[in-house]
């Protein structure tokens, strides 16, 4: 589940949820779909590195969100279920977010 991470929204009505196919999954879209945003959020959950650029670039686009909505903060959310290999599910969720300073 992604929400408030770059082009993905910070509303509930706006998280993406991603299920992963067995043995393989193919992300594929156009330009500007998300892709890259995908590989960034499970890179985050996984090993705590955010992109280039940091914080500011990996959130949503604080700018367009205040414009919007006259909120000043963003909660961006990456979560990942999976089942290890001993059969148990395990859930990571990692959260992260930006102010707009004034």
Known sequence: MVRGIR???PSEEETQVIRFLNPLTIISGP???GKT???EALNYITTGALPA???ASFVHSLEVYFKASHKARI??????QFTD????VCVATKRVNATLKK
Not at 75 to 80: A, F, R
Not at 85 to 88: M, V, Y
């Open 7 to 9: 082009s993905v929204g």
């Open 85 to 88: 290999s001993k059969g148990r």
């Open 75 to 80: 909660d961006g959310m990456v979560k990942l």
């Open 37 to 39: 945003t995908l590989i």
């Open 31 to 33: 330009n500007g779909s």
């Open 53 to 55: 650029g940091k914080l």
